[in-house]
């Protein structure tokens, strides 16, 4: 094995390790009105190897005590600083158009989290989201997306 292809299948492995194990960052503990109920907001962040950072997000849950259970309020983490995004059929995967600086990637959420993300700008320079050319369309088994860009 060279060296070339030791460091890709090490970054593999860690980007698959790092997918399922988040960093928790914070939480914010929210009572409600009735006095059985809390809303918890859990921050948390995973590393995107393409961009070397930390990708934040958070996850909200309704706490009863009542019943001592959590309910997720959310089935993917939110994000709203998008240039475009859209859900899977089965709404469990979301893919994000998101830039920073000059480049644009596309980002893949799920309910755990940040699954990964690719650089496009190697590709395009601009992610079409208007009424002619805009939006993300999902493929039958939910495992591809089109979208026009420029």
Do not use: H
Not at 11 to 38: F, H, R
Not at 49 to 75: E, G, H, I, V
Request: aromatic share 10%.
């Amino acid at each position: 094995m060279t060296t070339n292809e030791r460091r890709q299948y090490l970054s593999k492995l860690y980007a698959q390790v790092t997918q399922a194990v988040p960093s928790y960052t914070g939480a914010t503990i929210t009572k409600l009105q009735t006095a059985d109920s809390l809303t918890i907001c859990i921050k948390k962040s995973a590393p995107d190897l393409q961009r070397l950072q930390d990708m934040p997000f958070s996850s909200s849950y309704l706490y009863s005590k009542q019943n001592n259970s959590a309910t997720p309020l959310q089935s993917i983490p939110a994000e709203t600083s998008n240039l475009l995004s859209s859900t899977s059929q089965d709404g469990t995967t979301e893919v994000r158009f998101r830039q920073k600086d000059k480049d644009i990637f596309a980002e893949v959420w799920d309910r755990r989290g940040f699954v990964s993300s690719l650089k496009v700008t190697d590709k395009l320079s601009k992610v079409y989201n208007d009424l002619f050319f805009g939006g993300v369309s999902w493929s039958r088994d939910g495992r591809k997306v089109v979208f026009i860009g420029e």
